[in-house]
């Protein structure tokens, strides 16, 4: 890729090649961030499936707590916040997935694995929308190198911490795989 673009000086060349990445623990407003304008491919992990019942190692819920609140007031009362949500979805999971439980009982067709999933599957879709928007998720990126040229610009230039942090710690990754573009 260097030869060619300093062969032909052309920012096109930047759409032969491509590289994955990696976001992990990012807030869910980061992942529309990254997949604005969809011109990569992406693989999120999605708040459907995955129940947030368990804490992170430091003993938190897992949700992002922006930078730009650290020494603000409100930040107290915004973490209380976001624990209370949390912990009411963790609460009701259970007793959501036995009401369904009721609600659709095992068919004869179905296996109890398949069931049991289908029953998880319809709690934490039902029970969602009770997550606050700083939910850490994780996103799997593939782009070219025009595609990352354009997200990291936008990135760098958003006002939120996070997304601008995101962006340094992604550039400086795709200057190790793909240095060329």
């Not at 992406?42 to 992002?64: C, F, I």
């Not at 700083?134 to 911490?161: D, F, I, K, T």
Request: proline share 5%.
């Amino acid at each position: 890729y260097a030869r060619v673009l300093n062969d032909y000086g052309d920012d096109s060349v930047a759409q032969l090649g491509g590289a994955h990445l990696a976001c992990e623990g990012v807030s869910n407003i980061l992942t529309k961030v990254l997949e604005w304008g969809r011109l990569m491919a992406y693989l999120e992990q999605s708040t459907r499936y995955v129940p947030y019942t368990d804490r992170a190692p430091d003993g938190r819920w897992k949700y992002h707590v922006p930078a730009e609140l650290d020494g603000h007031p409100l930040r107290a009362r915004y973490v209380d916040t976001l624990d209370a949500a949390f912990a009411t979805y963790a609460r009701w999971i259970e007793p959501m997935q036995e009401h369904f439980r009721a609600r659709y009982p095992r068919s004869a067709g179905d296996s109890d694995a398949v069931h049991r999933a289908a029953i998880r599957a319809k709690a934490l879709d039902t029970l969602r929308g009770l997550l606050p928007a700083a939910v850490r998720s994780n996103v799997g990126l593939y782009g070219s190198g025009q595609a990352y040229e354009a997200l990291l610009l936008r990135m760098r230039a958003h006002p939120l911490e996070e997304v601008r942090t995101c962006g340094d710690l992604m550039l400086a990754e795709l200057r190790k795989v793909i240095p060329a573009f």
